[in-house]
């Protein structure tokens, strides 16, 4: 292709770009204006309403970033059609498309062809942007055979692209073995072991993108759900739906979901572990069965001049039929109540000929004698007061007398209301609840950093995505809370999804290959079985330095990692943290923190997972190694979070994992 040519071939894409910006606005306007005149075309005030809130929502995805490129790609194919692919659907006032939406089915070829199957792709060809402007493109001749892969210069640099603020999506990298996990089908359950790196948090946002573009009406009804370890984490990944257009999707962290009591205190470690430990669930389940009574006397009801009578034997097997359902507790009750007024009812039409009505039902129901026979067989309880009740006197039936007093209320609160609940009771009181009622179910669930997640709080996803399919994400060699998962079936089964494919993503193209080579030195000594991370970057920078005074040594590294471009986290143990932040300000740098978008971050090593800056400077490992259990796991998630460059300071000697060459 000559050079007229290339000049001449950029400037039509140009102009399409362009010209499918212009149809996007169009687009916009149009929904503004259905938007504006929705109240007049509904029919009532409800259907104002919803039509109302659906507009807006369309008008909110149609919102266009001229610093994010409309289309990434176009195939061309051998019968002569042409489409480009983008982040969004866009037509022309005609209707026909100018952009296809990456999840269509056409675009998956953009992902999944190549040389050896070309799936009818004569050329595809990838744009380079700067900003929203269009700079370049290069094709790829698969119906002759030509693919350049990791050789593509403008695929490289968009993996490698420095970065600053919230994660960005990958709609225009994503890779084969990635878009496959991608476009799983929903009611396919997916556990992606993924080493640091490898873009499995990508994966699982983009899946949910995906399927909401899928199921869009059934996934709207039943909702997803983002469950993200931290809300530093949250906010990382607040912008990647969004800007794909999805903005229905809501996002918490376990202590989100499970915040029906405040939490005002803290566990001893060893209470904690006995309360996150999956026989809790039947500990609660076995102390609200035992509130249920066997009847021992026969039900009197007064009736005006009737006195309805139900014998022992009757009620018996009432309340022996219900307990064999196994309904939830607080539907069991009523199935007990509904039952009784039942045998009430047939005693009155025997007796007066005629069904009585719906009204008198609802009296017998709220009888005294009725209500005093529920009340003794099969009270009502709330979830906080089975709770209570358990840790003011743990049964001996599953757990061991050390466990006992490791939970009990060493001085048992007066009353429910004024009990200081831990995280952990939390997730028991949630629990609790799911005995007693049934909890609404999201019709998909992505959980990321899943190896940290207790057996009781897979329990409350499970709870969550009971009639719907989950994207487990996580690393094991990155667990770092005392129970994290050292095998993935385990905690699939306490998410009830047993059987759910075990995927492994072990290639990176965030990480380099330096910075994975230091951090693989760790695996040995984690504990799990996992494949070591191999990376295709060969860009990255590493420096290891002993240094006698580590604030100025930070400083300084702040201020070298500053003449690059992307972003820079400064990640130390949490002790640390103030002292160094304190230090960068008296040395007039700016740094925020893990919730700020500033462009050097101090962030403590606890809050680390999940998060990945251009530039990392590690400070002291072996305080970060020192600071818990499992600090040398916490050295590997805090080593893996460089996308570019790592330094290395400290002043006491490295852990020795890491303190010696592999051979």
Same mark, same amino acid.
């Given at each position: 292709?000559?050079?007229? *040519?290339?000049?001449?071939?950029?400037?039509?894409?140009?102009?399409?770009?362009?010209?499918?910006?212009?149809?996007?606005?169009?687009?916009?306007?149009?929904?503004?204006?259905?938007?504006?005149?929705?109240?007049?075309?509904?029919?009532?005030?409800?259907?104002?309403?919803?039509?109302?809130?659906?507009?807006?929502?369309?008008?909110?995805?149609?919102?266009?970033?001229?610093?994010?490129?409309?289309?990434?790609?176009?195939?061309?194919? #051998?019968?002569?059609?042409?489409?480009?692919?983008?982040?969004?659907?866009?037509?022309?006032?005609?209707? #026909?498309?100018?952009?296809?939406?990456?999840?269509?089915?056409?675009?998956?070829?953009?992902?999944?062809?190549?040389?050896?199957?070309?799936?009818?792709?004569?050329?595809?060809?990838?744009?380079?942007?700067?900003?929203?402007?269009?700079?370049?493109?290069?094709?790829?001749?698969?119906?002759?055979?030509?693919?350049?892969?990791?050789?593509? &210069?403008?695929?490289?640099?968009?993996?490698?692209?420095?970065?600053?603020?919230?994660?960005?999506?990958?709609?225009?990298?994503?890779?084969?073995?990635?878009? =496959?996990?991608?476009?799983?089908?929903?009611?396919?359950?997916?556990?992606? $072991?993924?080493?640091?790196?490898?873009?499995?948090?990508?994966?699982?946002?983009?899946?949910?993108?995906?399927?909401?573009?899928?199921?869009?009406?059934?996934?709207?009804?039943?909702?997803?759900?983002?469950?993200?370890?931290?809300? /530093?984490?949250?906010?990382?990944?607040?912008?990647?739906?969004?800007?794909?257009?999805?903005?229905?999707?809501?996002?918490?962290?376990?202590?989100?979901?499970?915040?029906?009591?405040?939490?005002?205190?803290?566990?001893?470690?060893?209470?904690?572990?006995?309360?996150?430990?999956?026989?809790?669930? +039947?500990?609660?389940?076995?102390?609200?069965?035992?509130?249920?009574?066997?009847?021992?006397?026969?039900?009197?009801?007064?009736?005006?001049?009737?006195?309805?009578?139900?014998?022992?034997?009757?009620?018996?097997?009432?309340?022996?039929?219900?307990?064999?359902?196994?309904?939830?507790?607080?539907?069991?009750? =009523?199935?007990?109540?509904?039952?009784?007024?039942?045998?009430?009812?047939? $005693?009155?039409?025997?007796?007066?000929?005629?069904?009585?009505?719906?009204?008198?039902?609802?009296?017998?129901?709220? +009888?005294? %004698?009725?209500?005093?026979?529920?009340? +003794?067989?099969?009270?009502?309880?709330?979830?906080?007061?089975?709770?209570?009740?358990?840790?003011?006197?743990?049964?001996?039936?599953?757990?061991?007398? /050390?466990?006992?007093?490791?939970?009990?209320?060493?001085?048992?609160?007066?009353?429910?209301?004024?009990?200081?609940?831990?995280?952990?009771?939390?997730?028991?009181?949630?629990?609790? +609840?799911?005995?007693?009622?049934?909890?609404?179910?999201?019709?998909?669930?992505?959980?990321?950093?899943? $190896?940290?997640?207790?057996?009781? $709080?897979?329990?409350?996803?499970?709870?969550?995505?009971?009639?719907?399919?989950?994207?487990?994400?996580?690393?094991?060699?990155?667990?770092?809370? %005392?129970?994290?998962?050292?095998?993935?079936?385990?905690?699939?089964?306490?998410?009830?999804? %047993?059987?759910? &494919?075990?995927?492994?993503?072990?290639?990176?193209?965030?990480?380099?290959?330096?910075?994975?080579?230091?951090?693989?030195?760790?695996?040995?000594?984690?504990?799990?079985?996992?494949?070591?991370?191999?990376?295709?970057?060969?860009?990255?920078?590493?420096?290891?330095?002993?240094? *006698?005074?580590?604030?100025?040594?930070?400083? *300084?590294?702040?201020?070298?990692?500053?003449?690059?471009?992307?972003?820079?986290?400064?990640?130390?143990?949490?002790?640390?943290?103030?002292?160094?932040?304190?230090?960068?300000?008296?040395?007039?740098?700016?740094?925020?923190?893990?919730?700020?978008?500033?462009?050097?971050?101090?962030?403590?090593?606890?809050? /680390?997972?999940?998060?990945?800056?251009?530039?990392?400077?590690?400070? =002291?490992?072996?305080?970060?190694?020192?600071?818990?259990?499992?600090?040398?796991?916490?050295?590997?998630?805090?080593?893996?979070?460089?996308?570019?460059?790592?330094?290395?300071?400290?002043?006491?000697?490295?852990?020795?994992?890491?303190?010696?060459?592999?051979?």
């Amino acid at each position: 292709m000559t050079l007229h *040519t290339l000049e001449a071939e950029l400037a039509d894409e140009r102009a399409h770009l362009a010209a499918s910006r212009a149809a996007l606005r169009r687009m916009r306007e149009r929904a503004e204006a259905l938007f504006v005149t929705g109240e007049d075309v509904a029919g009532d005030a409800y259907s104002a309403e919803t039509l109302g809130r659906t507009l807006s929502r369309r008008v909110a995805e149609l919102a266009d970033n001229p610093n994010t490129p409309l289309f990434f790609g176009r195939l061309n194919f #051998e019968n002569d059609e042409r489409y480009h692919v983008g982040r969004r659907h866009v037509t022309d006032d005609a209707g #026909e498309p100018m952009v296809l939406d990456w999840r269509a089915p056409i675009s998956r070829s953009f992902y999944r062809a190549s040389a050896s199957d070309p799936q009818g792709v004569a050329v595809r060809r990838r744009f380079g942007f700067s900003g929203g402007e269009l700079t370049s493109f290069e094709d790829e001749y698969l119906g002759r055979g030509e693919e350049l892969g990791t050789a593509s &210069r403008i695929l490289t640099a968009e993996i490698e692209r420095p970065r600053v603020g919230p994660m960005r999506d990958i709609v225009a990298t994503i890779q084969p073995e990635q878009d =496959e996990l991608v476009r799983a089908e929903l009611d396919e359950s997916i556990c992606i $072991q993924g080493a640091p790196g490898t873009g499995k948090t990508a994966v699982g946002l983009h899946r949910a993108a995906y399927l909401l573009y899928l199921h869009r009406e059934r996934l709207k009804r039943a909702g997803v759900l983002i469950v993200g370890p931290n809300r /530093a984490f949250l906010h990382y990944i607040a912008a990647v739906l969004p800007a794909l257009g999805e903005l229905d999707v809501q996002q918490a962290t376990v202590d989100d979901l499970v915040a029906r009591v405040p939490v005002r205190a803290t566990d001893e470690p060893a209470a904690a572990a006995v309360k996150q430990d999956a026989r809790m669930a +039947a500990v609660l389940a076995n102390a609200l069965r035992a509130r249920v009574r066997t009847p021992t006397e026969p039900l009197m009801v007064p009736d005006g001049s009737y006195r309805w009578r139900i014998s022992t034997e009757a009620l018996r097997r009432i309340v022996d039929e219900v307990r064999r359902e196994a309904p939830p507790y607080a539907i069991g009750r =009523e199935r007990v109540r509904a039952r009784v007024v039942a045998m009430l009812v047939r $005693q009155a039409e025997y007796t007066s000929g005629e069904s009585p009505s719906e009204a008198w039902q609802r009296r017998m129901g709220k +009888a005294k %004698p009725v209500v005093e026979f529920l009340d +003794a067989v099969w009270p009502a309880v709330t979830a906080e007061q089975l709770v209570f009740d358990v840790l003011c006197d743990p049964p001996d039936d599953l757990l061991t007398h /050390a466990e006992r007093d490791a939970i009990r209320w060493a001085k048992p609160p007066r009353t429910v209301k004024s009990a200081k609940w831990t995280a952990a009771d939390a997730a028991l009181v949630d629990e609790a +609840a799911g005995l007693i009622d049934r909890v609404p179910s999201f019709g998909h669930v992505v959980i990321d950093e899943a $190896q940290d997640l207790s057996p009781m $709080q897979c329990r409350v996803i499970a709870r969550r995505s009971e009639h719907g399919s989950v994207t487990l994400l996580g690393d094991l060699a990155q667990g770092t809370a %005392p129970w994290a998962a050292r095998d993935w079936r385990d905690t699939l089964a306490h998410l009830g999804k %047993p059987d759910a &494919r075990v995927v492994p993503l072990r290639t990176g193209f965030r990480v380099p290959e330096v910075v994975l080579d230091l951090a693989n030195r760790l695996l040995p000594a984690l504990g799990v079985d996992v494949p070591e991370a191999v990376s295709l970057r060969r860009d990255g920078a590493l420096r290891v330095r002993q240094v *006698t005074d580590l604030e100025s040594a930070t400083v *300084t590294a702040v201020r070298e990692a500053s003449e690059f471009d992307g972003s820079v986290g400064v990640i130390a143990a949490d002790v640390a943290v103030p002292v160094l932040a304190k230090a960068l300000a008296a040395a007039g740098v700016t740094a925020g923190g893990p919730d700020d978008d500033e462009r050097v971050t101090v962030m403590p090593a606890s809050l /680390a997972k999940g998060l990945e800056y251009d530039h990392v400077i590690v400070v =002291e490992p072996a305080d970060i190694v020192a600071a818990e259990p499992r600090g040398l796991h916490r050295l590997y998630v805090v080593l893996t979070r460089a996308v570019s460059r790592l330094d290395v300071l400290h002043h006491a000697p490295l852990p020795e994992p890491i303190a010696t060459q592999r051979q």
